[in-house]
């Protein structure tokens, strides 16, 4: 969706980026887990703006690719992974229309939702394969202003990946986040 690029390319042309260079708490938390489950290295970063996690992951020797509707947001990452030393794929593409290719051990969903999507990423997994999201939680008391469609409600992830052949290793709802309510699950596909 146009509207969608400009308005991330936007976000992504300040001098300072627009999230910081480190990973996702989660993902650093739970990488050591992550690694002890998935059967290799290829990765998957949706909506991987400037690539802090995908170039996290080829840092601890990941084959990581990372996707993202801001031409503007992935230049920062082609910069930034070759700074540090590493190669990523980086795919330029609308995760509206966008679907995944082949099989991943890793998928990692940070600050997006699209239900739609979710089907397309857990066939994507191979088996054995985990599938780490964390996003905006609805809750009272949100700072900002948002779309439903776009926040979870609570309760919502556990009903999602209940229903997939796998299991579910984390599942939290943070209301009282610093920052912003988020939920978060860490799933893993049945061998």
């Known amino acids: 969706m146009e509207s969608d690029r400009v308005k991330w390319d936007q976000r992504y042309s300040g001098p300072e980026h627009f ?3 480190t990973p996702s708490r989660l993902l650093a938390d739970s990488l050591e887990r992550i690694m002890s489950l998935v059967p290799g290295r290829r990765a998957l970063d949706l ?3 400037e690539g802090r996690n995908c170039i996290y992951l080829a840092q601890h020797g990941f084959e990581a690719t990372g996707v993202d509707i801001s031409p503007r947001g992935l230049e920062r990452a082609r910069r930034r992974a070759a700074e540090v030393g590493v190669a990523v794929d980086l795919i330029e593409a609308d995760l509206e229309s966008w679907r995944p290719q ?3 051990h890793l998928v990692l969903n940070f600050n997006f939702l699209m239900r739609d999507l979710i089907p397309s990423l857990v066939e994507a997994l191979a088996p054995g394969g985990v599938l780490l999201m964390e996003t905006i939680l609805d809750a009272p008391g949100m700072p900002g202003e948002h779309r ?4 979870l409600q609570p309760g919502e992830l556990g009903r999602i990946f209940g229903g997939y052949a796998g299991r579910i290793l984390l599942l939290e709802e943070e209301v009282d986040a610093p920052e912003m ?3 978060r699950v ?5 061998v």
């Open 148 to 151: 439903k469609d776009f926040l």
């Open 102 to 104: 082949g099989e991943y």
């Open 47 to 49: 909506a991987c703006g």
């Open 181 to 183: 309510p988020v939920a």
């Open 186 to 190: 860490m799933f893993q596909k049945q």
């Open 19 to 21: 999230f910081s260079f």
